[in-house]
């Protein structure tokens, strides 16, 4: 637990009557996809929320490790910290791109945004990080001052990521990257962010109803169910082997190709 | 009926040095004020007017103007409002003014030490254009998160080639907070750092006041790249000669014929006083 | 012909404020109209100025009428204006409209109710038809009971079920105080009511009806609408006890509002509040609806409307900034505007020149011709300069 990214000990959370989180345990170790898998309903997106800072649990603790080595309990971290680290170290794929992208701002703008953000001063710099992260993300760096009014919807995710990516944060957490896009869009994107992740050596935490996101990107899995984690454990072995009842399910239900 | 000196009442010339004295202590940061009505309306003046009232003592001389002329009607109806209720002395040399009351210019003569120069702010928050939402740019100033700014300078370059904002051009006061200088035509911002005397913001309708104390460093943003450029008009006044000064335009018959004059009248006037001495 | 710098703005000024107090004064044949008559007579635009003013004078207010010829924003700055000399010596205990002796109450929630439903001098049910003839003095109305029946508020019915939220604690510290204090975002219900409170009347009837037109609508009835005088009552320090000092003519309305019940909270009516000096129902309707969609964040509901949004509303409600910002505009910015000319005249040689660059021919017809209708875009790829 010393060195892992991130550890989550005991989360809990509840809405009134409801239970988004019962007695949660997680870890992310550096450079590792660590999916979160369930129906709606299931907290995921509520662990996603309380592991990034942007909701307080009732119960438990989340720590972080930062790049010198030091463990900083999230609760009792000073707002302008948290969002300094969502500005540099970390990252926050949102399901949908525009709720994360300036819409009136060119492409450009948007990626080198969190470079101005921290201080650079250059535009000819800016613009050349910007281009070369459009290319990376597969966008046409022709396109640089476009607004992304006028993208598809797997462009402007593609988008979001550069913009997110740009600072080379060390953990970044994705919340249904793929949702709301076709098929083959979604192909395109999921083998685009695998490379990315691998090649950066970035740690995600990342949440999905789809199995096979998981599958596909996912070194370790987290199976949830009514707010608790129900089933855990490396990717594969979980699949191809679920012990639950409950993630028995839910991979038989997956249809297979 | 008689009013207090400068028309408000004491408890309130000390809230506003209070806040003065806050903006002075951190540079360039807005600092909110119970703001009154005045007899003037707002978008008026009566922020500056204001802070002039807390400021003004008997023993001052007062200068105001408007698009750097004296003469226009708004710097009238302030100068007479304060001859009226403080009873002060008045005067449009630059030189011989103790404060300064302007609207949308810095004097072309340069401020010495002792002298202050107030200036009506019609909208205190740089980033209002870009984030309308007050709580959020509060926050964003208390964290220095900038970026969104020079998002905006970026975006500029990137499709016209140059930053487009021609006046109340955004800077960076002592390297920290963001401010607005009012709007001035970028041309003087260069004047604003450095400068000797005491810079005073007012904004009465948005209330909020902030402050620039002497030999403070301010710099209009840019990027090393693309550094700012301050502009006027190509060519000389027609009055005084000055190559130099900011420039107004003046059309002078139907036909479009133009003429250009010095924005400042104080400083055209004593030019052209002298090279009238000399001939 | 030469040109001579612009001298004059004093002698402009005399000259154009004499000639507003001839026009002010109209045809001096007739007689010149009395404060008294307007605070008599015109007395709606007596209350409303004093609520704009944020002072309750009705002499003062109906002066102010006079002098602005008419004009209620102006009128109600005048008063504003004269508010800031006057000193400030207490705050009055919370006035106790439940005791209000009552001229007109009504409340569209209950066909009767204890005290009834009284409906005093209302223009609800005339027939607009423009009056010609001004006939005799009207008789006086007949006489109000030695011994008026309780009036007890129609909200009372309600919360004794437990159907409609409980009122709020009593805050252990002073309310904010919007005529001393900076608004700060986000606000307090206390600073949100205060600015609504004086705010421009037709703000807040557009907003009010914007709201039952769908955008952000919460289902109102008036649960009560009363207008009546209220006593005033301070305590000074030095007694200790607090004493009455004189009565407000109020007028009050609760609506009752909708609410769905969240994750923590069983459903419930909920509140909007509205209240003015003075005899005025539009304006407290208006403003209790505006109250009621503004709390749509507190409460939980989804945001949408511009009347819930507590930011828009509040920073521009208020008339007297309002009006002095937007006339504004007609006061010299040639400075400014000076700096524009250079800047668009830089954009267009760049766009001029970076086309001769290209080999192209520049769209636009030349300079020296008399004003031409808007000329197609310059740039040959796109649009230069505007936002």
Sequence with gaps: ?257 | MTYNFAYLDEQTKRMIRRAILKGVAIPGHQVPFGSREMPLPYGWGTGGIQVMAAVLGPADVLKVIDQGADDTTNAVSIRRFFARTAGVQTTTRTAEATVIQTRHRIPEVPLHEGQILVYQVPMPEPMAKLEPSRAETRRMHGLAEYGLMHVKLYEDIARLGHVSTSYDFPVMVNGRYLMSPSPIPAFDNPKLGGMAALQLFGAGREKRIYAVPPYTEVRSLDFDDHPFRPVRAPGVCAMCGSGTSYLDEVVTDDRGTRMFVCSDTDYCGERAAMQDAAE | MAYVAVKGGERAIDAAHAWLAHDRRGDPAMPQVSPGQIEQQLGRAVDRVMAEGSLMDRGLAALAIRQAQGDLIEAAFLLRAYRTTLPRFANSEPVETAAMLVTRRVSAIFKDLPGGQVLGPTYDYTHRLLDFIAGADPAPPQEAPAQPAPMPPAFGILGREGLVEPDAPAPDSAPFDLTREPLAFPAGRDARLQALARGDEGFMLALGYSTQRGYGSNHPFVGELRVGEASVCITPPELGFAIDIGDAVLTECQMVNQFAGSRTAPPQFTRGYGLAFGHQERRVMGMALVDRAMRAGELGEHVSAPAQDVEFVVSHCDNVEATGFVEHLKLPHYVDFQSELETIRQMRSDATRRCEERGEERSDAAIQEPPAPPSPPLDCHAEAGSQ
């Design chain 1, 1 to 257: 637990m010393s060195d892992a990214l991130l550890s989550a000990r005991g989360l809990g959370l509840r809405f009134g009557g409801i239970t988004a989180l019962d007695g949660v345990d997680a870890d992310l170790w550096p450079g590792e996809v660590l999916a979160v898998v369930g129906e709606s309903g299931s907290g995921k997106t509520t662990l996603l929320n309380v592991l990034s800072g942007h909701m307080a649990p009732d119960a438990g603790t989340v720590w972080y490790r930062d790049p010198a080595g030091a463990r900083h309990d999230l609760r009792a971290m000073p707002a302008p910290q948290l969002r300094a680290l969502h500005r540099s170290d970390w990252g926050f794929v949102h399901q949908n791109p525009r709720d994360a992208l300036r819409m009136r701002v060119s492409a450009g703008g948007n990626v080198g945004e969190r470079l101005m953000a921290q201080g650079s001063r250059n535009y000819g710099g800016i613009r050349a990080a910007a281009a070369d992260w459009l290319r990376q993300v597969e966008i046409d760096p022709a396109r640089i001052d476009d607004v992304p009014g006028t993208f598809s919807g797997g462009m402007l995710q593609r988008l979001q990521i550069a913009r997110t990516l740009v600072t080379h944060p060390r953990l970044v957490f994705m919340d249904e990257p793929t949702g709301g896009l076709d098929v083959s869009v979604q192909a395109r994107l999921l083998d685009l962010i695998r490379g990315l992740v691998a090649r950066l050596g970035i740690a995600v935490v990342l949440v999905t109803h789809d199995i096979a996101v998981a599958r596909l990107l996912a070194g370790r899995i987290l199976v949830m169910q009514g707010g608790r984690v129900v089933e855990t454990g490396l990717t594969d072995q979980v699949l191809d082997d679920p012990q639950h009842p409950y993630t028995q399910l839910l991979v038989s239900s997956v249809l297979q190709a």
